[in-house]
């Protein structure tokens, strides 16, 4: 008689495969762990960031020996550090020094100690203990990662270096008179950008990492006891709250902590230059710098704003009133002039003068298509010869966008498929919106533009009339982190009106409308009061 020995059943879902742990999932470990500690030896240390870096071929690991004859390892990527600086500053002090005797205790030993303050010859040295910094030491602003053998700490040294743009001038905001340097890319350049027009010990800066992948530097720059501390602490919240992957330029920023994200109108200013990020520090606002962006944020900001350039501060005033005088007139042109052709055109011929109405009748007879669809061909024609003169390479794209709306709009005239007068039209607006200092505010005047073309369409100038309503009541509606964005005009503040329509001298801008800690700017030992008379010198 056989007997069968029963085998055990096994659960197929009770045995879980056992795999090699991962060395980088360590650095990765959620907020409820306390991070992973550096290892006490440095072969194990060397293999965990060979394992975390195992595809990167830009990471450098140098292996030696320092003076007391223990292993040490440097950790640095190529192209973000100063070889010359990581020989002459870090391996040529450890390796050549030789140590002095530390008392029987350590047996004479460097410690890490005695190695950041007489050894590691760099601007910057701080000590990590985790493996989550010391990753992050190597990709990000630190540069340089120091392990040595039986120590459970490791030196972070800054040797910066790699391929980075110069200060030149910035091509968005281009002046006359006014200085021409403009921010690149380079954090540290653009607060030193700063830095060289606010000398007081005033001028804070805050840093702080954004974007899990990317851990961009962000920099809040703001001038202590002027800028009121609510707004600080909102603008420091804001950034904080961002969870995201990547932050690659200041776009990003603008987007996750602007008051209203669906309102075309931009309730944050960016600028490429320094002279106008000083200015708006001074007034009590905040600039919000991001690595690898020439644009700066400034924050709050308002309506009139868009239409106040830096050269208007450089000129003389009665120059610069003239000048915003005409945006003024061309903010008006560029929103209305298209819709306004079309509703007097279908609605309202009464309004013109007959020998006018008899012109636009002529040139109208052999064209087939109704005003609006001819306004829509023309300004959806010129807005695409616009962005393709932007795409295109500097050397042929201004040239193409003009020759091309040429051509197109004479070609269009003679086919009889628009009018001329329509076309005169869409020219003077598309000039109009070339005048607006801010190119993010133009490009929301070309977007109202659209709807505005079928409101005239389809109910004359009650629609426009009806539109410029709705427009009114939305921004009477928006607010840049707390301030209302038609300020100082509604609400009403009289001495905010010192700069708004017009500008006034220097001497009579004496108040900041952004600031309650520090409302003073001049005093009346400003204004000028040299009345000598003609041919006569002053003693």
């Known amino acids: 008689m056989r007997i069968r020995r029963s085998r055990p059943r096994i659960k197929l879902n009770s045995v879980k495969p056992i795999l090699p742990e991962d060395p980088r999932t360590v650095a990765e470990q959620s907020t409820t762990t306390p991070p992973a500690k550096l290892f006490g030896h440095i072969e194990e240390n060397l293999s965990y960031f060979r394992s975390v870096f195992h595809h990167a071929s830009d990471v450098v690991f140098r292996e030696f020996r320092i003076a007391d004859g223990r292993s040490a390892a440097i950790i640095y990527v190529d192209v973000l550090s100063d070889t010359k600086l990581i020989d002459s500053d870090i ?36 000590r990590v203990a985790t493996l989550e910094d010391a990753v992050t030491a190597i990709t990000t602003d630190m540069n340089i990662l120091l392990i040595v053998d039986c120590e459970d700490e490791a030196l972070a040294l800054t040797a ?36 060289r027009r606010i000398r007081s010990a005033d001028f804070k800066v805050e840093t702080m990492k954004v974007g899990r992948y990317t851990k961009t530097n962000v920099g809040i720059c703001y001038i202590e006891g002027i800028v009121d501390n609510a707004l600080v602490e909102e603008v420091r919240t804001r950034i904080e709250r961002i969870d995201t992957d990547a932050i690659i330029d200041s776009g990003y920023i603008e987007e ?61 005033y009665l120059i610069a009133n003239a000048i915003r005088f005409l945006r003024y007139a061309f903010l008006l042109i560029n929103l209305y002039l298209p819709s306004l052709y079309v509703a007097v055109t279908t609605f309202h ?64 005239v003679q086919a009889g498929i628009v009018s001329a007068p329509m076309v005169i039209v869409v020219s003077i607006t598309g000039i109009g919106s070339f005048v607006i200092p801010r ?36 921004l009477s509606a928006l607010r840049s982190f707390g301030v209302p964005y038609l300020s100082p005009v509604a609400p009403f503040i009289r001495k905010g009106m010192q700069d708004t329509f017009i500008r006034v001298p220097h001497w009579r801008m004496s108040s900041r409308i952004f600031s309650k ?19 006569k010198m002053q003693s």
Do not use: C
């Open 91 to 126: 391996l040529s002090p450890l390796s050549e020094h030789e140590p002095s005797p530390h008392g029987p205790e350590h047996e004479g030993r460097l410690t890490l100690a005695q190695i950041q303050a007489t050894f590691a010859h760099t601007s910057g040295a701080e």
């Open 160 to 195: 910066g270096g790699g391929v980075g743009r110069g200060v030149e001038e910035p091509n968005t905001e281009a002046v006359i008179r006014g200085p021409r340097e403009g921010f690149n890319e380079n954090l540290r350049t653009g607060i030193a950008l700063i830095r």
């Open 256 to 316: 996750n902590i602007e008051d209203s994200p669906y309102s075309p109108f931009p309730q944050i200013q960016n600028t490429e230059r320094p002279d106008v990020v000083a200015a708006s520090l001074l007034e009590g606002r905040i600039a919000i710098l991001t690595d690898g962006s020439p644009f700066a944020l400034i924050v709050p900001t308002v309506f009139w704003s868009a239409l106040q350039a830096s050269e208007d501060y450089y000129e003389r």
């Open 349 to 412: 011929q009464e309004l013109l003068p007959e020998k006018a109405l008899l012109s636009i009748a002529a040139a109208r007879e052999v064209t087939p298509f109704p005003a609006v669809v001819e306004a829509l061909i023309m300004e959806i024609t010129f807005e695409a010869l616009r962005e393709a003169g932007v795409r295109l390479p500097k050397t042929v794209g201004s040239t193409i966008s003009i020759v091309g709306a040429l051509v197109i709009g004479q070609a269009a």
């Open 439 to 474: 190119y993010n505010f133009a490009i929301t005047l070309r977007m109202l533009r659209f709807p505005m073309i079928l409101l005239a369409a389809s109910l004359g100038l009650f629609g426009i009339v009806a539109g410029t309503i709705a427009i009114i009541l939305h």
């Open 517 to 535: 800690a520090n409302p003073q700017r001049n005093t009346e030992a400003t204004m000028p009061k040299n009345r000598t008379p003609a041919g």
